[in-house]
């Protein structure tokens, strides 16, 4: 079947690249996107995504090193663009799970990575956060439990992609904003990348504050 044509004049606006560096750029000078790690999207369109560019040092990222690719397939929308990242396929996952989802958050996070690495190597399952007032950070009341998704570390990326399709297939009342990928990183997103990094941030300090803690 023949893919329809991505309106690439309308959904990539400047100021979305400009966004996408510049939160790239702060979360490498937190910590948590060290070297070319991590990536950073927002929803263009109602068929394209906009994200960060593959193997580029987020501390350096500029507005250029951004690629418009199709939300549907992964693909650029423009001939010549640069490769995207790596993990645009779980991104795409995202998005097709919350369409009003804007943008979406992929670091490395310590206290998250660690984690989420503990509780893998337990036997894995969810790992659940309750009577923490930052759970507010997560769009929930701290008197509410919240559980955020664990998936495997697999080596083929559209194989987490996959796992995280079905995942979210699931019916749930109110899903977290947010999972963890085992031994390797934090995904968040929100209705703008503001939210979505706002939420990492969150996750994070309810990360360490369960290692802390002792959960």
Known sequence: MTAHPVDVVSTAPYDAAVGLSATARA??????????????SVRS???????TASGLGKGRLTSTDTVLVRADTG???????????????????????????GAVVHAHPP????????????????????DLELIKGMGRSYLDSIEIPLFANW????????????HFARPATDPAPALLIAHHGATTWGADLA???????????LCQLALLIGD
């Open 75 to 101: 693909a650029p929308v423009r001939p010549g663009s640069p490769k995207p990242s790596a993990e645009t396929c779980i991104h795409l996952a995202v998005y097709r799970a919350f369409p009003t989802v």
């Open 195 to 205: 939210e979505a990094s706002d939420r990492l941030e969150c996750l994070e300090a």
């Open 45 to 51: 369109g109602a068929d394209a995504v906009l994200i």
């Open 155 to 166: 080596r083929e990326v559209p194989r987490i992609a996959a796992e995280v399709d079905d």
């Open 111 to 130: 206290y998250a990575t660690a984690l989420a690495s503990r509780r893998s190597r337990a036997g894995g399952g969810a790992v659940r956060f309750t």
């Open 27 to 40: 979360l490498y000078d937190q910590g948590w996107m060290p070297g070319t790690s991590g990536n950073v």
